[in-house]
Structure formats: structure tokens, C-alpha cells
T-cell receptor, first 113, second 111 residues
Framework: DAGVIQSPRHEVTEMGQEVTLRCKPISGHDYLFWYRQTMMRGLELLIYFNNNVPIDDSGMPEDRFSAKMPNASFSTLKIQPSEPRDSAVYFC???????????FGQGTRLTVV | QQQVKQSPQSLIVQKGGISIINCAYENTAFDYFPWYQQFPGKGPALLIA???DVSEKKEGRFTISFNKSAKQFSLHIMDSQPGDSATYFC??????????WGAGTKLIIKP
């Protein structure tokens, strides 16, 4: 398996624009996690899904953020409208169950100018 | 009570030395304590993990020491190598199966 695949690797956008980050989890993994990483706040869990269903979105910072998982092999994290303070590296991770290792993608570095 | 406090923030160790990173927690319901290693431009990757029913786990040069009564755990890297230079995160899993992360330690091994 190729691991967790995220796209794009880098995204630069202007404030106010919509941004969509994409993730393909490892095949067979039932859990998918979206994290945000910044120097100031470290790694923050934004939301996680189990079998495509959002379980906990308490980490989503604002209504500008939304996440979907339409099927077992694809998830999106959308920011609309984007703001400079959203600049961060966004990671997607997946695991086969909560008792096992979470595998991370390489991340999307988002810069909002 | 959900926090995991990690120290130091950064660490410089000579090649061949021992690197030690510490973490402390409050929530006694945490039941799984992994350490992740992250290289620049990459996502974190699981390095080693421990459950609270054991006091130590060793995998090669990496050892986790776990003190349940003190609610502390630490990562020891023996014979540290330049290739170990990375950012290390401790974490703890809560009853909702969510990982609570430490702030990270940037480790630099000097040749």
C-alpha cells in the first residue's frame, strides 16, 4: 500500500478563498483523522471519522472549517473563507482501529496570504 | 486534565550520547502512550509505544520508561546518532480513543 496520500502537498491561496484539502487513507482502515500542526499550537486533532461517519469534530476551530468522507477511500477538509491564521500543515492519518498505530500522510502545507 | 506536558522543547546531544525526553500527564484514564518521530517535511511516524501495565519497553536503541504512580513517561535514545535528529512527540490516548499530544521536542545530534 502507498500509505496515506494527501493532496496537494503545498497550497498558497489568498485570504477569502475556498481551500480544499484531500486525503486517501490506507485501504481497509476504518478510522480517519485530520490534524493541524503549527509552531504555536503543535498538533491539534480537528476531526475524526469511523466508517465514514464523523465521530468527534470538537477540534474544528470554526464554522469556516468542514470535513466530509463520502466513501471509505476519500476525505476532504474544506476551509471557506480562508484566513491568514489558517496557515499551517494539515495532516491526515488513518488506522485500522483505535488500538493500533495511526499512519500519517505527508501533510499539506497551507499558506494563506 | 487532558494535557500532556513534554520537555524539553529542544535538545542537543553529542553522537553516542543518551537523549532523554520526558512527558507528564494528569488523566489516569489514559491507557496507551506512544512516541512519534517526525522528520522535516514528513508526517509523524510511530516509534515505540507502551501501555500502563508495564514499566519499561525497549526496541533497539529506544526505550520507554513508564512511572504510573508519578504519571510520567520518558523516551531514552541510547547511542544517539545524527540520523535520530528529528522532532519527537509523546502522546496519550484517552477513553474516547483520541490521542492527546505533547508539544514536541526538537532533537539535534551533533556528529
Amino acid at each position: 500500500d502507498a500509505g496515506v496520500i494527501q493532496s496537494p502537498r503545498h497550497e498558497v491561496t489568498e485570504m477569502g478563498q475556498e481551500v480544499t484539502l484531500r486525503c486517501k487513507p490506507i485501504s481497509g482502515h476504518d478510522y480517519l483523522f485530520w490534524y493541524r500542526q503549527t509552531m504555536m499550537r503543535g498538533l491539534e486533532l480537528l476531526i475524526y471519522f469511523n466508517n465514514n461517519v464523523p465521530i468527534d469534530d470538537s477540534g474544528m476551530p470554526e464554522d469556516r472549517f468542514s470535513a466530509k468522507m463520502p466513501n471509505a477511500s476519500f476525505s476532504t477538509l474544506k476551509i471557506q473563507p480562508s484566513e491568514p491564521r489558517d496557515s499551517a500543515v494539515y495532516f491526515c492519518a488513518s488506522s485500522s482501529d483505535p488500538n493500533t498505530e495511526a499512519f500519517f500522510g505527508q501533510g499539506t502545507r497551507l499558506t494563506v496570504v | 486534565q487532558q494535557q500532556v506536558k513534554q520537555s524539553p522543547q529542544s535538545l542537543i546531544v553529542q553522537k553516542g550520547g543518551i537523549s532523554i525526553i520526558n512527558c507528564a500527564y494528569e488523566n489516569t484514564a489514559f491507557d496507551y502512550f506512544p512516541w512519534y518521530q517526525q522528520f522535516p517535511g514528513k508526517g509523524p511516524a510511530l516509534l515505540i509505544a507502551i501501555r500502563p501495565d508495564v514499566s519499561e519497553k525497549k526496541e533497539g536503541r529506544f526505550t520507554i520508561s513508564f512511572n504510573k504512580s508519578a504519571k510520567q513517561f520518558s523516551l531514552h535514545i541510547m547511542d544517539s546518532q545524527p540520523g535520530d535528529s528529528a522532532t519527537y512527540f509523546c502522546a496519550a490516548r484517552n477513553s474516547n480513543y483520541q490521542l492527546i499530544w505533547g508539544a514536541g521536542t526538537k532533537l539535534i545530534i551533533k556528529p
